[in-house]
């Protein structure tokens, strides 16, 4: 089965400093998404990110606090800007893996973030 | 817009016996697909099981069935001789089949196996 890593696996941040949180499939895919899940919370989605256009956010994400790249069908990277406690999360990014309708989403192992 | 449901904050099980995880869902989208998926307290999301809107029979994967009630709207994931290792969070998330393909996430159930 198809491998998503991601990088760092966790960090500890201080107020006010960004964060780069990198996102590798081992095969080509045309969407990646981002998610965030908060402290004993359900996963949300920040945004979708297509390769070779703008990076689509849901409602409440911006694109200022959270910019995504999207270089190629294999990489992308999520950026949590001028972080508050409140960004302390867990961050996923996921792919669609597989062919047709039944083709899965699979998810990296996750970034876990602290920010003090 | 669609909504998952997941009605058990939490469960205990007694080892080797079988669970059963709720949920729900609402859609008007007329072809959706069904996921189960299983987060340790590493934070990973692992997935389980899938379901396809059209599938005539249940799906399996192992020690792992869903109970789909397509007129019910109910996606119960069953797990059959539970084992120490299946404590975890559980969520159920659906996906519509026309435009974006996010998934959409119940507020999950988290499972905890008794030895």
């Known amino acids: 089965s198809a491998v998503i890593s991601q990088k760092p696996s966790r960090d500890i941040c201080q107020r006010g400093t960004s964060l780069t949180i990198q996102c590798q499939v081992d095969?080509?895919?045309?969407?990646m998404f981002w998610y965030r899940q908060q402290p004993g919370q359900s996963l949300t989605l920040i945004a979708t990110?297509?390769?070779?256009?703008?990076?689509?956010?849901e409602s409440g994400f911006v694109i200022d606090k959270f910019p995504i790249s999207r270089p190629n069908l294999t990489f992308s990277t999520l950026t949590v800007s001028n972080m508050s406690p409140e960004d302390s999360s867990i961050y996923l990014c996921?792919?669609?893996?597989?062919?047709?309708?039944?083709?899965?989403?699979?998810f990296g192992p996750g970034t876990r973030l602290t920010v003090l | 817009a669609q909504k998952i449901t997941q009605t058990q904050p939490g469960m205990f099980v007694q080892e080797k016996e079988a669970v059963t995880l709720d949920c729900t869902y609402d859609?008007?989208?007329?072809?959706?697909?069904l996921f189960w998926y299983k987060q340790p307290s590493s934070g990973e999301m692992i997935f389980l099981i899938y379901?396809?809107?059209?599938?005539?029979q249940n799906a399996t994967e192992g020690r792992y069935s869903l109970n789909f009630q397509k007129a019910r709207k109910s996606a119960n994931l069953v797990i059959s001789a539970s084992q120490l290792g299946d404590s975890a969070m559980y969520f159920c998330?659906?996906?519509?089949?026309?435009?974006?393909?996010?998934?959409?996430f119940g507020t999950g159930t988290r499972l905890t196996i008794i030895p």
């Open positions: 990110a297509n390769q070779g256009s703008e990076a689509t956010y």
């Open positions: 095969s080509q895919v045309t969407m």
């Open positions: 996921s792919a669609p893996l597989g062919t047709g309708q039944s083709d899965t989403q699979y």
């Open positions: 859609t008007s989208d007329p072809s959706y697909g």
């Open positions: 998330a659906m996906r519509a089949y026309f435009g974006n393909e996010k998934l959409t």
């Open positions: 379901q396809g809107s059209y599938d005539q």
